[in-house]
């Protein structure tokens, strides 16, 4: 997050978003479903953005996994 925001490295975003849905989708099966969906809808939003921008197969891969596991909350 740091590296993304504070430190401009715009390159790593995807990656932190990769990492944001995996945990929002830890988050939904553990009960913490506020924190789950929060974490979820930006995670998305993210993933959205750079699949579009970069094409990334391994980011689509993770938007469509944390989509389909975080269905209701999203």
């Not at 579009?52 to 975080?70: I, N, V």
């Amino acid at each position: 997050h740091r590296l993304v925001h504070d430190e401009g490295r715009k390159e790593l975003e995807g990656d932190m978003a990769w990492v944001m849905a995996i945990k929002a989708v830890a988050l939904s099966r553990l009960g913490d479903i506020e924190d789950a969906k929060r974490l979820g809808q930006k995670a998305v939003a993210i993933l959205k953005a750079e699949v579009k921008r970069t094409g990334r197969a391994d980011l689509k891969q993770t938007l469509d996994f944390a989509t389909s596991e975080l269905k209701g909350l999203l």
